[in-house]
């Protein structure tokens, strides 16, 4: 099956700082993947669409300045955090979607736990 | 925009049993992607069983099953003889397809149902 890895799976930083989350494609190209935040409990929101070689589309309300994304190659993904501050604390899950696969199956990461503090 | 609406925030289960989780989604296409999605303790999102639209005969995946109802735009998800590990929160998803099969656009997930199987 298509796997998809996260990194870090968790990470602790102060305020002001930056994070960066890697998504990575194990076993197949992604011309396009996806970020999620999600709150306990509570469903996924989509962020941004990462597109390879394009500029990332962002979801409404969400800061392209403060969630920086960059899709630099086909199985390569990255978000960036920047000037994190408490209320970015969240989970942030990738997805990735194999071009080949019609049905629009996503295959997601494990997840990247941020606690800023 | 599509909407997908899980009404059942919460349910639980004897282990061995069967237990339904409901969906419905509003849309005005004519053919899409559905899927359930698990996430159990540890986070990570696992593909429960898909769905398309124009395929009238219901998904199975081993004890999972779905009932598409497609007139009454309706996607619940049947599980038997629960396992301790189906404990999990589980996500209907949607995505919308064309007429060929592929889809396109962004995947609209539901609010979550929250399954706990106890022993």
């Known amino acids: 099956g298509a796997v998809v890895s996260q990194h870090p799976s968790r990470v602790i930083c102060k305020s002001g700082t930056s994070v960066k989350i890697e998504c990575r494609s194990l076993?197949?190209?992604?011309?396009?993947m996806f970020w999620y935040r999600q709150f306990p409990k509570q469903s996924l929101m989509l962020m941004a669409t990462s597109n390879e070689g394009s500029k990332a589309t962002y979801e409404q309300g969400v800061e392209k300045d403060k969630f920086l994304i960059n899709h630099a190659s086909l199985t390569l993904s990255t978000l960036t955090v920047t000037s994190a501050h408490p209320e970015d604390s969240s989970f942030y899950i990738c997805?990735?979607?194999?071009?080949?696969?019609?049905?629009?199956?996503?295959?997601f990461g494990p997840g990247t736990r941020l606690l800023v503090l | 925009a599509q909407t997908v609406t899980q009404s059942q925030p919460e349910m639980s289960v004897q282990e061995a049993e069967t237990v339904t989780l409901s969906c419905t989604y509003d849309?005005?296409?004519?053919?899409?992607?559905l899927f359930w999605y698990k996430q159990p303790p540890s986070r990570q999102m696992i593909l429960v069983i898909r769905?398309?639209?124009?395929?009238?005969q219901n998904a199975t995946e081993n004890r999972f099953s779905v009932n598409f109802q497609k007139a009454a735009k309706s996607f619940s998800l049947k599980i038997s003889d629960s396992q301790l590990g189906d404990t999990a929160m589980y996500f209907c998803a949607f995505i919308q397809a064309n007429a060929g099969g592929t889809s396109y656009g962004k995947l609209t997930f539901g609010q979550g149902t929250i399954l706990t199987v106890h022993p």
């Open positions: 076993d197949f190209q992604a011309t396009t």
């Open positions: 997805s990735a979607r194999p071009p080949e696969r019609g049905s629009g199956t996503q295959y």
């Open positions: 769905q398309e639209a124009y395929k009238q």
């Open positions: 849309t005005s296409e004519s053919n899409y992607y």
